[in-house]
């Protein structure tokens, strides 16, 4: 019922910059955290970075200061910028959803809801 597409993986060098996005369609409403995520050959899937309700935003230590997320305002897409990026950066990056659910005035996430891309390959080499 949810579809989300990356785009903006490639090939750049150390030191290089990459910019990509993700793009949701369908069921969209309710969105607790828009996120991105990766998977490096022989490890497993980490959180990038997070973006959830009130704008809080979470990254993994070893981004910190070189990724941000961001997300449009008027419409269910969003942005990981990846600056100074490093051979170790390389991996598959799958954007991710997750819908929440309000009790009271509070939202929380619900993890029957979430929703992946296909990933959109990286690779940081010379």
């Known amino acids: 019922q949810v579809q989300i597409a990356e785009s903006g993986g490639g090939s750049v060098q150390p030191g290089g910059s990459l910019t990509l996005s993700c793009a949701a369609s369908?069921?969209?409403?309710?969105?607790?955290?828009m996120g991105w995520y990766r998977q490096a050959p022989e490890k497993s899937r980490e959180m990038v970075a997070l973006?959830?309700?009130?704008?809080?935003?979470n990254y993994t230590d070893s981004v910190k200061g070189r990724f941000s997320i961001t997300r449009d305002a008027a419409k269910p897409t969003w942005y990981l910028q990846m600056n100074n990026l490093k051979p170790e950066d390389t991996a598959i990056y799958y954007c991710?959803?997750?819908?929440?659910?309000?009790?009271?005035?509070?939202?929380?996430?619900?993890?029957?809801?979430?929703?992946w891309g296909q990933g959109t390959q990286v690779t940081v080499s010379s």
């Open positions: 991710n959803a997750v819908k929440g659910e309000y009790h009271g005035r509070y939202l929380s996430p619900n993890p029957r809801y979430s929703y």
């Open positions: 369908g069921s969209i409403y309710s969105i607790f955290s």
């Open positions: 973006l959830t309700t009130g704008g809080n935003t």
